[in-house]
C-alpha cells in the first residue's frame, strides 16, 4: 500500500504540471478505450455478477452493479464530457497589489493524491478518475470487491488512456486487493501519501471512513432532505416538486424524506400535495395534524423526522410557521439539501438566510442537487462538511491554491 | 466541556445570522475595554509573569508573554482594524444560470466553531477572536497555561465588547482549566461541536494536535522557507532580500532557513551575499561549493537541510541549476514559502509552477508571508496543507459556502 502511495505522489507532481491538452487527451483516448473494450467489460462484469446473484445480493445491488452497452457508453461519454470542461488548474481565483509593490495572485493548483473508496456501482471507478484526472490529482481506486473484476476492466481503460496521452500510468491505481485491512490502512497510516478521500456508498461505510480516516474526507453521511411548503405556495407547484422531489428517483441523496407544511396553509395545499404523493406510491407517515387532514396517513414517531428512507415512504409533518420550519430543519436535518415552496420572496429570502445547508432551492425540485444539474459536468460526489467544499464536488472542487507574490526586490521592515 | 461546546454551537447560530455592524460594534466595544482596563491587563500578566520567572521560562519565552501599553494598546487597534475589514459572510462568490432557468449563487457563510489552542504569547486571545466574530464564527480558545491569566482578563474584555453589542457572551469562550486532558478532550471527542481547530504554537503543540484531533485542523507544522538565487539574480538585491528574509526576525515561520545558489552564479553572488548576512549575525553552514567559496562558512551536515532553526543560523548549497533548485525544495522544504531571486522572469515562471508551496515570491523577502502584509488584515495563522486555506487565513479564509438556488417550479426530469 505505501508502494502505491508513492507511486500515487510522483505521479501527482507529473500532474500537476501537465498541460491542459495532455489531460483532456487522456480522458479521450480512455473514452475511446471503454468503446472497444466493451465486451470485455461487460465479461467481467458478468464474473461479479454471477458471484453477486451466489451471495444473494438485493435486486437494487445488483443493479447497481450490471454494466451494458448503454452504461459503458455512459462512462465513455462521461469522461469525454469532463474533458470539455474548462481547466480548474491555474485559474487565477484573485489578484490585487500592495501598496508597496508586491503583486500577490491566488492560483488554484491540484490537491495531490485523493483516495476514492466506493461500493459496489462500476462506473465511480470511471467519473471519479475523469475527474481527478481532469484537475490535476493522482488517484487511488478502492472499490468495493463486489465489483472487483469490472473496475479491473474499466481501470486498464483508463490507464492506457493516460499511457497514450504520455502521462504517468501510477496517475489512476486501483487497490490490487479487495482485502478490508487495506481500507484501513489506507484511511489510518497513509497520510503522507493521501491527501483526501472521498468516500461514495451508504451510511456504514461514510461512517467507518469518518471514524478511521486520519486524512481529511470529503462527503456526506446521509440525505435527509426537506421540501417546506410555506403558506404562500402555489398548490399546483407544491404537489408537483412534492413528487418529484420524494419520488423520481428515492434511492439518492437529495430524495426527499421529510414535507413540511404550514398550518395557514395545510388545509389547502396537504390535500392535493398528499393525494399525488400517494398516487404515485408513496406511503404518508404523519403527525397528528397531518392525520386528521388526510386520514390514510399513518402516525409518524419521533423517529420518522431524522430517517432517510430511501424509499417511497414521506414524513409529513405540520410547523407553525417558517421559523418552526427552520428550527426543525435545523435539529432534524444533515445540513444537505433544502426546498422552500412559495412565491413570498421574503420568505425564501429568510430560509435561504437561516437554514445551514449546503443546498438551498427555492421553488425547484431538490433532486436538482446534483454536480451535473448545478452545471459541473460531472461530480465526485455531494459534501456537507464546512471545510474545503460544500454541495456537489466537480473538478473545480478537487484543487487547491498557491500564491504567486511578483516583487522588485521589497525587503519587509 | 461538552456544554462549553454546545453553547459554541448555539452561539455560532446567532453569529451565522447577525449583522455586519452588530460584529463590528462587538470589536469596537472590545477594543474600547481592552483599553479602558488596561490596568487590570497587565496587573493579571504580571502574575503569570511572576510564575514564569519562577519556572524558569527563556528570554524569549518571557518576551513572548509579556503584556504593557503599547501592546495592549496593539490589541484593541488590531481589533479596530479587523472591524475595517470588509465583510466576509454573504459575498456572493459565484452566480450562474442553467438552461432550465434555474439561477445558482454560491454565498460566504461562516465555518461554524472554531477551536483555537495557543501557546503562550496572550495576544492570540484578542486576535483569533477578533477574526472568529468578525466572520461570525464562535469560537473556543485554549491559550497556554502560563498565559492563563492575561488570557483571562483579555477574554473579559471580548465578552464585555459582545454583550455590549447584543450578541452572545458565548461567542468568545475560553476553556477556563489549565489542565493539558482538556486540550485532549477538545481535538478527539467534540466534533459534534467544534468544526475546525487552529494550532498556534511550537512544533510540539503542533504535532500533538495533528495526531489526537478527530476534527479537521488548519496550520502548519514548520516553515522551512528557501531563498533561490537565481543565475540571473541581481547581487545587491540577493544580499538584501537573503538578509531580511533570514534576520529580519528568525523566530517567525516566514524566516528562511536554507538559501540555494546556481552554480553559474555562485563565485559571483556568494561572497557578497554571505558576508552581509555573516555581517548581520548569522552563522553559515554551506557543502563543499559553499566552503570553498567562503572559508568561514562551517560544513553543513544531511541534517541541516530539514532544520527549521528559528535562529541566526543558514544553510546554504549550490546547485547545477533551477530543476536542481525545485528537487531541492521539493525534498527538504515543508511547503510553507519560497523565493527566487532574478531577473529572468521565464525562471520565475518555472519555478511559480514547479514548486509546490503555499507561498512563491519573486524578488521579494520571505518575511512578507504573512496575512497583514498580504493586505488580509490580520491572519490566524499560515496553512500548508491542501484542504481549505492554504497560506495565510484571515477572515475570508474562515468562511464556507452554501448554495442558493431561485426556481419557478423546476421538477427534475
Not at 486498464?156 to 484501513?184: F, H, I, N, W, Y
Not at 461514510?206 to 456526506?220: D, L
Not at 437529495?254 to 406510491?281: F, I, M, Q, Y
Not at 407517515?285 to 428512507?309: C, H, K, L, N
Request: with cysteine; aromatic share 4%.
Amino acid at each position: 500500500m505505501d508502494e502505491l502511495g508513492r507511486r500515487a505522489r510522483g505521479a501527482a507532481r507529473q500532474l500537476a504540471m501537465s498541460e491542459e491538452d495532455r489531460r483532456n487527451a487522456a480522458l479521450h483516448a480512455a473514452a475511446a478505450e471503454l468503446r472497444s473494450r466493451r465486451e470485455e467489460i461487460i465479461g467481467a462484469n458478468e464474473i461479479d455478477m454471477r458471484a453477486a446473484r451466489e451471495r444473494g445480493l438485493s435486486a437494487a445491488m445488483l443493479d447497481r452493479l450490471m454494466l451494458d452497452e448503454s452504461r459503458v457508453e455512459g462512462m465513455a461519454s462521461g469522461l469525454e464530457a469532463i474533458a470539455g470542461l474548462p481547466d480548474p488548474l491555474g485559474r487565477v481565483m484573485a489578484e490585487w497589489e500592495r501598496p508597496n509593490g508586491l503583486q500577490i495572485q491566488r492560483v488554484a493548483v491540484p490537491l495531490g493524491v485523493i483516495g476514492i473508496i466506493y461500493e459496489s456501482r462500476p462506473n465511480v471507478t470511471a467519473d471519479a478518475a475523469g475527474l481527478c484526472v481532469k484537475s490535476g490529482n493522482a488517484v487511488i481506486l478502492r472499490g468495493g470487491s463486489e465489483s472487483f473484476h469490472s473496475s479491473r476492466a474499466i481501470h486498464a481503460c483508463l490507464v492506457s488512456g493516460l499511457e497514450k496521452a504520455g502521462l504517468p500510468a501510477d496517475s489512476v491505481q486501483m487497490v490490487p486487493t479487495t482485502d478490508r485491512a487495506a481500507v484501513g490502512y489506507l484511511l489510518s497510516s497513509m497520510s503522507q501519501w493521501v491527501d483526501v478521500v472521498v468516500p461514495r456508498g451508504g451510511k456504514n461505510l461514510i461512517r467507518r471512513v469518518q471514524e478511521e480516516a486520519r486524512v481529511p474526507v470529503i462527503g456526506h453521511l446521509e440525505g435527509i432532505c426537506h421540501v417546506y411548503l410555506h403558506a404562500a405556495a402555489d398548490a399546483d407547484m407544491a404537489a408537483r416538486i412534492a413528487v418529484n422531489a420524494k419520488m423520481r428517483r428515492t434511492g439518492i441523496c437529495g430524495a426527499a424524506e421529510t414535507l413540511l407544511v404550514d398550518r395557514a396553509g395545510a388545509a389547502r395545499l396537504l390535500p392535493g400535495v398528499l393525494t399525488a404523493l400517494s398516487e404515485a406510491g408513496c406511503e404518508i407517515r404523519g403527525d397528528g395534524d397531518v392525520v386528521a387532514i388526510f386520514p390514510e396517513a399513518r402516525e409518524a414517531t419521533q423517529e420518522d423526522w431524522s430517517t432517510e428512507y430511501l424509499d417511497a415512504i414521506i414524513s409529513v409533518r405540520v410547523v407553525d410557521d417558517i421559523d418552526a420550519a427552520i428550527r426543525h430543519i435545523g435539529d432534524y436535518g444533515s445540513g444537505h439539501t433544502e426546498c422552500i415552496v412559495t412565491d413570498d420572496d421574503d420568505a425564501a429570502a429568510k430560509f435561504f438566510r437561516n437554514v445551514d445547508s449546503a443546498i438551498l432551492l427555492q421553488n425547484a425540485s431538490t433532486q436538482f442537487a446534483d454536480g451535473g444539474e448545478f452545471g459541473m459536468g460531472a461530480e465526485i460526489g455531494i459534501a456537507t462538511g464546512r471545510i474545503h467544499a460544500r454541495g456537489p464536488v466537480g473538478a473545480e472542487q478537487l484543487t487547491s491554491y498557491k500564491y504567486v507574490v511578483h516583487g522588485s526586490g521589497q525587503t519587509r521592515p
